[in-house]
């Protein structure tokens, strides 16, 4: 079975500060890996995958990720973070088999303030 | 104009009555989900089909049953209502599915249901 692991409820950054959101998976062979940001009351938006190549996949709104397959991790950064970008991140895996079932990660609540 | 629409947003019900919910997509997508999100933000699947066809029903009663009349539209039906389904539904469509085939998500704006 796949499963997806975010650490932390809530991550709070100062404005201009750098950010990480932290997420690390189980899921038999390679997987694909995924972060959604939701904005309150509001539908999931798509931020960034990897799939195969570079460990290092860039992004919407200046966000990136970096997959470290050894450490079975796929944690999201920002170099300067932006009020605007405090929401709810969740971490999403697949696995290469047939069917497409997303396994989401319970969330991250990332609070900018000034 | 809005890629993946469900109506209606809310919806409040009693306790046994029986309510649907409607989805359609115009990206063109293959494939489209029902996802539970609970009220600790859990998000969870429900149902998978790929070009009308169901491809991931996960352990959800049998009062829900989802209908899809053509790849564009997924709707979910609930039968006799309980307090325990209320919650955030959101539809989504992705395109493809199978082996080597990874389309991101697309999600709706949810649908809250409140079951009183």
């Known amino acids: 079975a796949q499963s997806v692991a975010q650490p932390e409820d809530q991550v709070n950054v100062a404005e201009g500060n750098p950010l990480t959101v932290k997420c690390t998976y189980s899921v038999s062979g390679n997987p694909y890996l995924f972060w959604y940001v939701q904005y309150p009351n509001r539908g999931l938006q798509f931020l960034l995958k990897y799939i195969t190549g570079d460990n290092l996949v860039k992004g919407s709104y200046g966000f990136e990720a970096e997959f470290n397959k050894s450490q079975t991790s796929f944690h999201l950064k920002k170099p300067s973070a932006l009020v605007s970008d405090s929401a709810l991140y969740f971490c999403?895996?697949?696995?290469?088999?047939?069917?497409?079932?997303?396994?989401f990660g319970t969330g991250t609540q990332l609070k900018v303030e000034l | 104009d809005t890629a993946v629409s469900q109506t209606p947003k809310y919806l409040v019900t009693q306790m046994g009555n029986d309510k649907s919910i409607k989805c359609e997509q115009n990206l063109g997508h293959d494939t489209m989900y029902w996802y539970k999100q609970d009220s600790k933000k859990f998000l969870k699947i429900m149902f998978s089909?790929?070009?009308?066809?169901?491809?991931i029903n996960e352990t959800v009663p049998n009062r829900f049953s989802p209908k899809s009349p053509d790849k564009a539209h997924l709707n979910l039906h609930i039968n006799s209502l309980e307090l325990g389904d209320s919650a955030v539904y959101f539809c989504?469509?992705?395109?493809?599915?199978?082996?080597?085939?990874?389309?991101?998500?697309?999600f709706g704006e949810g649908s809250r249901l409140t079951v009183l």
């Open positions: 089909y790929n070009n009308k066809e169901l491809i």
């Open positions: 989504a469509s992705s395109q493809s599915t199978g082996t080597g085939a990874v389309g991101e998500l697309f």
């Open positions: 999403a895996v697949r696995g290469r088999g047939g069917g497409n079932k997303l396994t």
